[in-house]
């Protein structure tokens, strides 16, 4: 069985057999360069997410907030803004093309930063963060629509995997950046580094990034128009459990966020080590995004995601039962959500370029779709993970382990009951 066919029974528009793909479609940049360039923009939204976690302590006394849960909505307010706005970015950018959807939310989001360096109460700086999520959706949704104009099949799997290296050294460096800014500045100034950094990337994109989306696929705004594209995002088997796959799984990713500066700082007592400790599980991920850019080629989209997934169930179940039984001590704990966060990195590049495959005539609306509705479902499951926090790490496993194995379940739903059972699909 080919994609082709997958494609067509899936009922989503298929892949032109004409339409020029590769790095043409991105020159002049050249690949590396292309790679880092969007690599750079999506990481807008991590360094906005992860350089604010060592400021909680700074911000919840400067802004009186008493309940050190609440201190999480700094993140849930940018994330729900964050998701919102790509329900309609995507169309923008199918209809007036990528490059100006993206300097303009762009805009959005530097001023927005200058406005949250300014909030007087806290009610004011989740207002701003909103807005700054609300900007920081189009180069989510514009980056993996240019990736999908220029790239397909594993070939776009290997380019997301490679982007998603770049991306995750932002929370490897983006703590003990805010750690550092915060040792000679107040709060305020984790926003003028993340204004500076909006700055460039818009410079960037505005001298060296192409416009990627052929004049012939540029879709009026219009009720015909829309129908047609939502009939193939929602027509498609794939793109929807794909979606509701990453949805659920980044869940599991949002509950750590939320809650990982009391998690290691309290409940595993690492203290001001919370910091490097954060940095070095983002590395993992960077590390497993690598090896999945290196081995997805050869082995497929499903093979590795399937697997990781599977793993990371198995590992959360171990850790919450070594929680229950008192067992699971700080020196246990490490090495095992070390490797469970070394599955993330075969997850989400290989769920989301899956989801793509089917879409490349719309990629713009799907990649607007597939994008809202996994940043809201998991923005509101990692809400629910980080706000149960009690002192103890067991609500994050519970969590952990209630995600990945929704997760398992809709692959297997999905891929009718056959996990891995697409391979002879990609190869085609």
Known sequence: MTETNNYARDGAIPVSSEAPTGAARHAPLGFYAFVALIAAAMGLNAVAIDIMLPAFPQLSAALGIHDHNEIQLVVSSYLAGFGLSQFFIGTLADRFGRKPVLIGGLIVYLIAAVVCGFAVGFEFLLVARFVMGLGSGAPRVVVVAVTRDCYSGRQMARVMSLVMTVFMAVPIFAPLIGQAILSVLPWQGIFGFLFLFSLTVMIASIFFLPETLDPADRREISVARLREALASVF???TTVGYTLAAATFLGALFGYINSAQQVMTEAMELGEWFPVTFAGLALTIAVSSFVNSQLVERMGQRRLSHGATIS??????LMLSLEETGQLTTWIF???FACSTLMIGLVFANFNALAMEPQYHVAGMASSMTGAFTVLIG????????????GSVAPLLTGYVLASGSTVLILLVTERWKLFGAIEAEAG
């Open 235 to 237: 027509g498609s088997r």
């Open 312 to 317: 990371f169930l198995l590992l959360s179940v």
């Open 334 to 336: 490490m090495p095992l």
């Open 379 to 390: 923005s509101g499951i990692g809400f629910l993970i980080g706000h149960a926090y009690d």
